[in-house]
């Protein structure tokens, strides 16, 4: 399909399935519980989001779900967390985008938390990419692709979403 096909094609499934505000029901989810990512290194991970992103660890336990796994959560604020978990003994290989599975993490920060957390990210040799001045990406330290994004929650490049 050509761009334009594309957005014939997007538009009509908006036209579907977008309803204005006042005639959407209720959401039956109370919000996103935790996103959990595999790593290949606890103390690694624990260092990146709690040491240079400033997102506190808060909890560690073993994952219930595979014997000698670490399960463990970071505060990325108003309730929200980011789960990680090893699978000692498993040789997964390199991360890779695959279809249904994870594209980026975007966190929303206050700008003042942006800019400091840009030069944490280049003071530590963290490769960043910028786009319009309000969104940095980066790789976590097993190629995960996050973003750190100055809009507040629920708005998009300067408009409601939602």
Not at 1 to 19: C, D, G, P, S
Not at 48 to 57: I, M, R, S
Request: proline share 5%; with cysteine; net charge negative.
């Amino acid at each position: 399909m050509n761009r334009a096909e594309l957005t014939a094609r997007r538009e009509e499934i908006a036209a579907e399935y977008l309803k204005p505000a006042a005639q959407r029901p209720a959401t039956t989810a109370r919000g996103v519980h935790h996103v959990a990512l595999i790593c290949s290194d606890v103390e690694r991970t624990v260092q990146f989001y709690d040491g240079l992103l400033g997102f506190p660890l808060i909890e560690m336990f073993e994952n219930r779900d595979y014997e000698g796994s670490t399960h463990f959560f970071f505060d990325i604020g108003h309730g929200n967390t980011l789960a990680y978990f090893d699978l000692p003994g498993l040789d997964l290989g390199p991360y890779q985008e695959v279809l249904g599975g994870h594209h980026h993490l975007a966190i929303s920060i206050e700008r003042s938390q942006w800019e400091a957390a840009r030069a944490r990210l280049e003071a530590a040799g963290v490769e960043t990419a910028h786009v319009d001045g309000s969104s940095l990406y980066f790789r976590g330290p097993d190629g995960e692709r996050l973003e750190l994004i100055s809009d507040p929650l629920r708005e998009m490049y300067g408009k409601p979403v939602g």
